[in-house]
């Protein structure tokens, strides 16, 4: 089955600097790769998903780009702010009803 | 507004008491989850359903049922709670036509003394 890797575990970043979040999938057929943020407190909440017929998705501060050839994809955000700090959350799956498969997630404080 | 909710948000409780707690969607979906997440670790799936009448296991070992007998609820049931099943349950869905978004609720924390 479909195993997920997420580095780094905890990411420290200065307010303004930019901070990457990767994350690693086995499964080659997987095709939606979805990042979800968790503030404390909160639940998870869908900020930005890429499907594999695209290679780099942007929204305002945050991007994701991905590589299907090495099977990786990552979260860029740019110019940082303290509300980013949470913790982040890659996921894959395959279309058509299959489960989502999360990473252990990436916990970002955002320093000010 | 179309959301999920989940009932109670908190819940604290003795140790060999039967507990349920309540999910519901009025976002038309199809499929729905549970996932236990102690607070801002990983997300563990120990329950899912395509649609009324169908349940699945998850990952994760639980010692929980599910029902899903309305399309819009999916009930959680610990039948005696133990301290072990100390944690934040949370309960998603999502379309489970091709765009497999899943939106998430709020919560419920468990307590069990």
Known sequence: GENVEQHPSTLSVQEGDSAVIKCTYSDSASNYFPWYKQELGKRPQLIIDIRSNVGEKKDQRIAVTLNKTAKHFSLHITETQPEDSAVYFCAASKSYGQNFVFGPGTRLSVLP | ?113
């Open chain 2, 1 to 113: 507004e179309a959301d999920i909710y989940q009932t109670p948000r908190y819940l604290v409780i003795g140790t060999g008491k039967k507990i349920t707690l309540e999910c519901s969607q009025t976002m038309g979906h199809d499929k729905m989850y549970w996932y236990q997440q102690d607070p801002g670790m990983e997300l563990h799936l120990i329950h899912y359903s395509y649609g009324v009448n169908s349940t699945e296991k998850g990952d994760l070992s639980s010692e929980s049922t599910v029902s899903r007998i309305r399309t819009e609820h999916f009930p959680l049931t610990l039948e005696s709670a133990r301290p072990s099943h100390t944690s934040q349950y949370l309960c998603a869905s999502s379309t489970g036509t091709g765009k497999e978004t899943q939106y998430f609720g709020p919560g419920t924390r468990l307590l069990v003394l």
